[in-house]
């Protein structure tokens, strides 16, 4: 695997109530992710005219971004606010740089 980096793609749905607090728990969001080793950058995307958003976070490893993704799913308190926001997930996947998938 290319270690120079991965990328973390999530795109997800957020709840019309919680549209309007994106900003603020995108800005939460942030910060729990410096908690953990490894962040090199985090993008948030908005919809243009929908609710569906995207979020990539750029890690130095494939390891870096698993821990993350795991503590997520476990339901770690730090993005619970986050989670809460979220109505549905449409796609979470880690990509590395270059033509050729790697198993």
Same mark, same amino acid.
């Given at each position: 695997?290319?270690?120079s980096h991965v990328l973390e793609v999530a795109l997800f749905t957020v709840k019309p109530e919680?549209? *309007?607090?994106?900003?603020t728990l995108r800005k939460q969001l942030r910060e729990t992710l410096k908690d953990f080793p490894g962040l090199i950058s985090f993008? *948030?995307? *908005?919809?243009?005219?929908?609710n569906t958003f995207a979020d990539i976070a750029k890690w130095q490893s494939h390891e870096h971004a698993q821990a993350a993704a795991q503590a997520f799913a476990d339901g770690d308190p730090r993005f619970l606010p986050y989670m809460q926001a979220i109505e549905s997930l449409s796609f979470m996947g880690h990509f590395v740089p270059g033509d050729?998938?790697?198993?």
């Amino acid at each position: 695997m290319n270690d120079s980096h991965v990328l973390e793609v999530a795109l997800f749905t957020v709840k019309p109530e919680h549209v *309007a607090q994106m900003p603020t728990l995108r800005k939460q969001l942030r910060e729990t992710l410096k908690d953990f080793p490894g962040l090199i950058s985090f993008e *948030a995307y *908005a919809p243009l005219g929908e609710n569906t958003f995207a979020d990539i976070a750029k890690w130095q490893s494939h390891e870096h971004a698993q821990a993350a993704a795991q503590a997520f799913a476990d339901g770690d308190p730090r993005f619970l606010p986050y989670m809460q926001a979220i109505e549905s997930l449409s796609f979470m996947g880690h990509f590395v740089p270059g033509d050729t998938p790697v198993a």
